[in-house]
Every structure is written in C-alpha cells, then in structure tokens.
C-alpha cells in the first residue's frame, strides 16, 4: 500500500523558513511526480509546486521565487524549502504523488499524505 508521509511544518515568523519532507513508500517513486497542495482556513485547496521524476520543477505565482523542490530517489523523499514565509502561507501542506502523465494531476490515480501544519505568527 502506498504511504506518503510529510512532516516539517511547524510555527514559524514572518520572513522565516521550514523545510517540509515527504517520505513516500509502497510506490515506484522514481517513475513519479511528487506536488505539494495547501489549504488555508476558509480557502480552496491550490497546487503551490511539484517535481517529475526527472527532477523538472513547476512552481504557482505564489511561491515562485520563495519556495524549492527537490528530491531524493534513492531516499524516497521529496522536500520544499519554504524561505520568506508570509502570513498567507499559513496553511496544512499536503504532499501528492501520481504519475509524471497525470500532472498537473485530474486526481484519477493518486495518492495523499495526512498532511503537516504550518502556522505564522508574530
């Protein structure tokens, strides 16, 4: 069975950073894309980033420049550096898979960390 796992977020300031990990098992994780989704209170859940298996990385407007994908096939593991955090980051982040065919993904076959909180404060 598939398992995504993220952990990661926590409290943190504005104009701080956290890295959020996504360790994934069951999968043939090399073959592909990993995304992170975001919900805040009270907003739609929207696609901020993901990385092909060939390590290619797609950012939304809203992260670009602040936010970076990597990962680590061998490790199974996935991360996104979150740098110059804002209050409107504040979100639960949830880690996605599904294949490199599928992204940006129509959510047919997929899978879904439990996701990991991230909080702004002053």
């Known amino acids: 069975q598939v398992q995504l796992v993220e952990s990661g977020g926590g409290l943190v300031q504005p104009g701080g950073s956290l890295r959020l990990s996504c360790v994934a098992s069951?999968?043939?994780?090399?073959?592909?894309?990993v995304g992170w989704f975001r919900q805040g209170p009270g907003k739609q859940r929207e696609l901020i980033a993901y990385?092909?298996?060939?390590?290619?990385?797609t950012y939304a407007d809203s992260g670009e420049g602040r936010f970076t994908n990597s990962r680590d096939n061998a490790k199974e593991t996935v991360y996104l550096q979150m740098n110059s955090l804002k209050p409107e980051d504040a979100a639960l982040y949830y880690c996605h898979e599904a294949l490199d065919s599928d992204y940006p993904p129509t959510f047919a076959y997929d899978y879904w960390g439990q996701g990991t909180q991230v909080d702004l404060s002053y």
């Open positions: 990385i092909t298996s060939g390590g290619t990385d």
């Open positions: 069951g999968s043939i994780f090399n073959l592909y894309t």
